[in-house]
T-cell receptor, first 118, second 112 residues
Framework: GAVVSQHPSWVICKSGTSVKIECRSL??????MFWYRQFPKQSLMLMAT?????????EQGVEKDKFLINHASLTLSTLTVTSAHPEDSSFYIC??????????????FGPGTRLLVL | AQKITQTQPGMFVQEKEAVTLDCTYD???????LFWYKQPSSGEMIFLIY??????QNATEGRYSLNFQKARKSANLVISASQLGDSAMYFC?????????FGSGTKLNVKP
């Protein structure tokens, strides 16, 4: 139980294009979803927190217009990297915190999406 | 301010031996949670163990145990009987006010 999926797992795009990453909780309802960014050999950096049906809360230094987050349902959140540039190349990981049968304090991570912008 | 510190960037352990990964934290809130996650080279984050700040006993999950010393604000992870598959990055995390904070990680290498 408590499975989170991400799609796509890999994406390569040209500079200037937009990329959408989906995060789904497959067997539980996610009241909160988190989006992280991780550079090689570094820790996870929280980008934003999204609650179902409300606007995402962005961490300081993260551009809201650059990284669009939508949490339309209790099982789906999307991150859109708009007008991607090479410096946006990174490993993006989502996580979900749920309710009911899963431990509410625990966040369950997706497998991550590797983005390479050429 | 919340802060997580992992002072060991890398660790080596012999297969079948126990190893302790250090983690200290700083928070002013009396209610918080502490986590450990494992990240193999594939990148996925695997939940290992959780300790609540009000839990009286140290958490244990199979070969993983969390040495929780509240007064010292430390939450060290102990892995018993190390296996080759334990080689990975390990992140300590703090949960507070609906946010998670991660340490810089410790890379564990298990030697055969």
């Amino acid at each position: 139980g408590a499975v989170v999926s991400q799609h796509p797992s890999w994406v390569i795009c040209k500079s200037g294009t937009s990329v959408k990453i989906e995060c789904r909780s497959l067997d539980f309802q996610a009241t909160t979803m988190f989006w992280y960014r991780q550079f090689p050999k570094q820790s996870l950096m929280l980008m934003a927190t999204s609650n179902e049906g409300s606007k995402a809360t962005y961490e300081q230094g993260v551009e809201k217009d650059k990284f669009l987050i939508n949490h339309a349902s209790l099982t789906l959140s999307t991150l859109t990297v708009t007008s991607a540039h090479p410096e946006d190349s990174s490993f993006y990981i989502c996580s979900a915190r749920g309710r009911d049968r899963v431990r509410q304090e625990t966040q369950y991570f997706g497998p991550g999406t590797r983005l390479l912008v050429l | 301010a919340q802060k997580i510190t992992q002072t060991q960037p890398g660790m080596f352990v012999q297969e079948k031996e126990a190893v302790t990964l250090d983690c200290t934290y700083d928070t002013s809130d009396p209610s918080y949670g502490l986590f450990w996650y494992k990240q193999p080279s594939s990148g996925e984050m695997i939940f290992l163990i959780y300790q609540g700040s009000y839990d009286q006993q140290n958490a244990t999950e199979g070969r993983y145990s969390l040495n929780f010393q509240k007064a010292r604000k430390s939450a060290n992870l102990v892995i018993s009987a190390s296996q080759l598959g334990d080689s990975a990055m390990y992140f300590c995390g703090l949960y507070n006010f609906n946010k998670f904070y991660f340490g810089s990680g410790t890379k564990l290498n298990v030697k055969p």
